[in-house]
């Protein structure tokens, strides 16, 4: 029987670890390639035994074979390459490893000793790429009502709509109950703009705004209306000079946008229920005119939209006369998040989310070339992920709720409403369901989706663990594939027990900030800014356990190693130089990871084959 070795970097190494391929630049020499483009492939070897490598991939529906070439070796392991050519717009592929005593193969899920299907081969494709800023951004998203106000504005001065319930600085947030949704605390888009010093300090690139649209809700999701921002957010004019001020900073915004649903005082949905024949009638589901209707999680204020409505989506998301066009064109965003993606396009017997996808995608791009579109998806997100979809998700299934399962030792389920749950996580299944969601998706729409601990949709994690559990949270997400996401007051130690108390005004008196978070928080995201490994490598698990994870991110010009642990663990021995980057230990052959240490970094010896010859 194949017995697989041990990591050579660290003698606990996990089991089952033969050969690793990715898609970083380490083993994909184009990322992003164009139709009839050479792509060199490359896969690390770990094993002395292994006698041939071939490339087993599809192309015009059929499979092709290609042998690999020795191309030099590291201190890890073998590498061998091919090269290949784009001949369709998707390539996938995997390789087949042959030893002296059996034959396995390496796909996005692992390595198999079995023959395996299509679905989780790597892939590339030859879709346009996703901006190339995403990959070093930090992402911020800003709650607005809760963020900031600017009181000597016109916008402080306007009534409250008969919806609002009054709510100052410092009133308790009333979650739970009825008015949760209705406290209107004031904040609004030029408050934003007064403390862009704070959001620069941190090391923040980018901030994604919820909703600023009218509505009768302080979330806004349930829009009034797409042609305005709300006045009481300081209008189309506070938009801009939050856009202009940002960017002159070198910062940029994103709005989010719903397609999915409206607010039930939507223009469009009272000339709906005004007049069947209307164009409007068309944009909804209506079971029942003027009174039933689809609605969002049967929520009666936000009836559904049809997406078979050609009307509609020009208004709401294809060309340039759309909100989608017109709002990066007009204000300067630089894209969108979009709210329900799952959701959007998809009722009954109709399924429109991948058309809804592209075209939306297509026309941001048509607006400015560099626009990002990310989606809010809750679970498995792979469907959308594909060609030409969307950019990347909100990786709540692949990241935010495996990661809270490990730390939080408690069931998570129940913060996304499911009856039943499951056993709370050993580090080793956490690793385990990370690679089967990350599995099913081009590597590119990984490192282009957005990572996080929690948002204006979840409780804060800070009420879920223990401070210490969320500094190791903290640093996951900074080291992690994917685009780093912190809500509005992660950093100072915001509470919340459950999502609208988690929606709490930021504190602006800086005496009740927890300072030393604010530090590990800036450490973080520096150390995270300038490690390319960090931003542009890729990933390997290197050792997982019961209560101690340890990951790779490897780049052709650095390698970097991560511990995370929830608690003490069993010293981790080393064979290698590793130099310290976040104040625990250097380490020399021969020395061990500390028991005690609940996270650290270290850089190493550049990975990467050392000739082109063995």
Known sequence: MFQPPRSTLFTLGRSGDVAHHDGSR???????????????LRVRVFDGDVSAVHLRSKVDGDQRFSACRRAGKDADGVYWETSVTMINPELGYRFLIQTNSSGLTLNA?????????????????????PPAWTRTAIFYEVFIDRYAHAPSTLAAALPLPEWAVDADWTTPVSHGTANGVRQLYRGDLDGITQRLDHLEAIGVTTIYLTPFFPASSNHRYDAASFDMVDPLLGGNAALRRLTKAAHHRGIRVIGDLTLNHTGNTHEWFRAAQADPSSDEADFYLFQDHPDRYETFADVPSMPKLDHRSEQLRRRLFEGDVSVVHRYIRDFDLDGWRIDVAQSAGHSAGSNRTLQTARATVATARAARSDAYIVAEHQFDASDALQGDGWHGTMTYGSFTRPLWSWLAETDVDRYWGAPASHTPYTGTVMAQVMDSFNARIPWRSRIHSLNLLDSHDTPRLLSIVEPDRHRVAAGVLMTMPGIP????????????VDLEDGRQPFRWDASTWDRDLLA???DLIHLRTRHPALTDGGFRWLHTATDVVLFERAHPDETIIVLAARRTHPPIPCSLHMTDLLGSQHLAPGDSISADLPFGVWRTTNHGPTSNQD
Not at 28 to 39: A, C, E, I, N, R
Not at 485 to 496: H, N
């Open 109 to 129: 899920s692992g390595i198999h000793d079995c023959e395996v299907t299509d679905d989780h081969d790597f892939r590339l494709t030859v879709d346009p790429a």
């Open 520 to 522: 590990w928080y800036r």
């Open 485 to 496: 996401m912190l809500f509005a007051g992660d950093e100072i130690g915001t509470l919340g």
């Open 26 to 40: 380490l083993f994909v020499s184009q990322p992003y390639p164009q139709l009839g483009d050479t792509v060199n």
